[in-house]
């Protein structure tokens, strides 16, 4: 059975920063690609970084040079750094992992960035 399961999210004042991490168990995680999505209330689900097997990065316009994306493959995890939170960043955050036709969601974490 797959499971993704972010941790690492929570209230953060503006500017601050926090740390995501998935643990992946049940694929075999460094041949699989893996990314991180955000929603916000009343909005979709869009792309915020993303790494792939090969540990090639891409990053949303909105968290350029602000977060960071990394993967521990001796670990199954990935991870999100994010630093200058904004409140514009406040979101619920998931993790997938794909490879082909093979996609997979973590139940996603809550980050709130409020003063």
């Known amino acids: ?15 601050g920063s926090l740390r995501l991490s998935c643990a992946a168990s049940g ?3 460094s041949i699989y690609d893996m990314a991180w999505y955000r929603q ?10 993303s790494i792939t097997d090969f540990f090639r990065t891409n990053y949303a316009d909105s ?26 960043d406040t979101a619920v955050y998931y993790c997938r992992a794909n490879r082909g036709q093979n996609v997979y969601w ?4 809550q980050v709130t960035v409020s003063s």
Do not use: C, W, Y
């Not at 977060?67 to 995890?77: G, L, P």
């Not at 973590?106 to 974490?109: E, H, I, K, Q």
């Open 63 to 88: 968290v350029l040079g602000r977060f960071t994306i990394s993967r521990d493959n001796a670990k199954n995890t990935v991870h999100l750094q994010m630093n200058s939170l904004n409140p514009e």
């Open 27 to 29: 694929i075999t995680f």
């Open 1 to 15: 059975q797959v499971q993704l399961v972010e941790s690492g999210g929570g209230l953060v004042q503006p500017g």
């Open 40 to 49: 916000a209330p009343g909005k979709q689900r869009e792309l915020v970084a």
């Open 106 to 109: 973590g139940r996603g974490t």
